[in-house]
């Protein structure tokens, strides 16, 4: 789960980390309001899940009122890499004279936490990995103890940060390490740390992404999952629990088992059609899961034909073709063509169940998959 | 022969008074695996399908020599159960829980460095040698046995692909699920290298999928270490960067590593056949043997 960047930096205020004066708005008089209580220079801040917000124009400075309401008018509501802005942040304008980064995450390959200092921040710290690695001091880290003083240190020091500041900075990178590891956060992030003309650092952006299967034990951060969303199929799979992802095309797909629904995609792409998403309906499933999961599919408008492809191991096909007559045969008309295929655990029962007048089904995969896509072409002509 | 498992395996099943555990227990019995006893902390003096259950992985393993270890316990509590096991005698831990939080699987993994014992998973359906033993929840009326190995990282990915096999008439030495996780015990080059050394394995398949970079280190791996073919298959050429992909690890970063064409051109630069569908690997295979 992704934090907006405020959300984080109320995580990372009270941990004692140094971030600007801030107000959250979400109407054009509000960040007037909030600029007024911050005081001028702000910085308006787009919240949305978005990389690169400042290039895109979600970020924008404003000296004075009219130039608040300006920017604010320009902000809120604007189509942000397919996000609509709702609410900006209207935070204290920094005035720097350096950029750090300063990141935790977790390094997979290694299987143990990464704490990472860099002396090129403000700038997409992926392309400095890709493009110049050294410029990223990196210092593993021993779960068990956690990120040793002397390692943030030498992290700082290594990266040549700035003696001035090098003591703040190795403590910033210890509280982040800190929270980090009590939030069961994937990834921690301050970029650009600022350091101002009289050596003071401010954390000027937050992030904070927590890992979704440790939410159980953080329940307050849990509750800041609805504001994660960021589209009402999201908001609707997050109420069903399904791993579902949205993408642009006009076959629904749904499935049991992450790689194979994975694969379904793949092929819908292979045989020239284009995946609208990716559901998964876990193992195990019963019949209500599939009528959750068809709710799902058929409420993206987008959709004009369905693959349902369940391979069992736990999951037994004949719940599957319950659950399927029972969702299909609730409707007058069937709203999208559905294209079933049952193999594994309990196929040959579940194949006897379904009813044929709702569903074509197909065998295998592979004929499941080009039989949607022709439908979909079709439905869509 | 196979590799991990086979009919003299002694399995302890942890969690088996649970749903999930006391089902596939009986399964895994029913598959003709050895399972020999339970363990569930206060549930000690039970018996779960005729199976004595224990307080404790140790009691478990002192009064019923069990050498290996299948971990059923809900997430909150599966890695102090993967700790527990892999500080007990058995020298196999195979875990099945999925959604295991990320942090605790680094504790994890720092113990398994530690010690020379297996870890599979977790998130994972366990492994399989076919006509002798499964650990895990694979469905075994799928499998055959034969001389093909199997290693992945999706579960009912892997049941499509052996079912294409099987059908083909290419039974199975042993297929190996790693899990689908970001941290885990067994990865592929583990496996890969168990295959190598096992006589009776003439081919690999290798599923794999978005996210880290497990796929590209097994591609130098089979290119520089490996005689056995290999031919793969991998998961998620049409996911976008930054959504996870119902795997946990199942991700391309926002910064563009971790895509499956980078882990196809890895493969077909180390030789390895990378089929396009299901179907196609079973081809590929049927082509080599």
Known sequence: ?381 | MSVLVNSDTRVVVQGITGGEGSFHAGQMMAYGTNVVAGAVPGRGGEEVNGVPVFDTVDEAVRETDADASVVFVPPAFAADAMFEALDSPVDLVVAITEGVPTQDMAGVKKRLSETEKTLVGPNCPGLITPGEAKLGILPGNIFAAGDVGLVSRSGTLTYQIVSNLTERGLGQTTAVGIGGDPIIGTDFIDALSLFEDDPDTEAVVMCGEIGGEDEEEAAQYIATQMDTPVVGFIAGRTAPPGKRMGHAGAIVSGGGTGTAQSKIDALEGAGVPVGDTPEDVAGHVEDLL
Do not use: C
């Open chain 1, 1 to 381: 789960m992704k934090l907006h960047e405020y959300q984080a930096k109320d995580v990372f205020a009270d941990a004692g980390l140094p971030v600007p004066a801030s107000r959250l708005a979400d109407s054009v008089d509000g960040v007037v309001e909030a600029a007024g209580e911050v005081g001028y220079p702000v910085a308006v801040k787009a919240q949305v899940h978005v990389g690169g917000r400042g290039k895109a124009g979600g970020i924008k400075l404003a000296d004075d009122a009219d130039e608040a309401r300006e920017v604010a008018e320009a902000i809120l509501g604007m189509d942000l890499k397919g996000y609509t802005v709702e609410s900006v942040l209207v935070e204290a304008a920094v005035d720097f004279v350096d950029e750090l980064y300063v990141g935790v995450t977790m390094d997979r390959g290694a299987g143990q936490p990464v704490a990472m200092v860099s002396t090129k921040g403000g700038v997409n710290i992926e392309e400095v990995a890709a493009e110049d690695p050294g410029a990223i001091e990196q210092e593993h880290v021993d779960p068990a103890f956690g990120l040793h003083p002397y390692q943030a240190r030498r992290a700082v020091y290594e990266a040549g940060v700035d003696r001035a500041v090098a003591s703040d900075v190795a403590s910033v990178l210890s509280t982040l390490y800190g929270i980090w590891d009590d939030n069961d956060a994937s990834e921690a992030e301050i970029n650009p740390l600022m350091v101002t003309a009289d050596d003071e650092v401010v954390a000027a952006d937050a992030v904070l992404n927590i890992d979704d299967d440790a939410l159980f034990r953080h329940p307050d951060l849990a509750e800041m999952e609805e504001s994660s969303y960021e589209d009402d199929l999201e908001r609707l799979a997050g109420g069903y629990g399904f791993d579902y992802v949205r993408l642009d095309g006009n076959v629904g797909i749904i499935g049991n088992g992450a790689g194979l629904v994975m694969t379904t995609l793949d092929l819908v792409d292979h045989y020239g059609g284009k995946p609208a998403n990716f559901l998964d309906i876990g193992g195990g499933a019963k019949a209500d899961r599939v009528v959750d999961a068809l709710d799902m599919v058929f409420s993206d408008d987008n959709v004009d034909a369905v693959v349902f492809n369940i391979f069992g191991g736990i999951t037994r096909g004949d719940e599957v073709a319950r659950g399927i007559n029972e969702a299909l045969g609730s409707f007058d008309e069937i709203p999208k063509p559905v294209i079933v295929r049952l193999a594994g655990t309990n196929a040959e029962e579940g194949m006897k169940i379904l009813d044929t007048d709702l569903v074509t089904v197909e065998a295998t995969l592979e004929d499941a998959v080009r039989r949607t896509v022709e439908l979909a072409q079709e439905v869509a002509a």
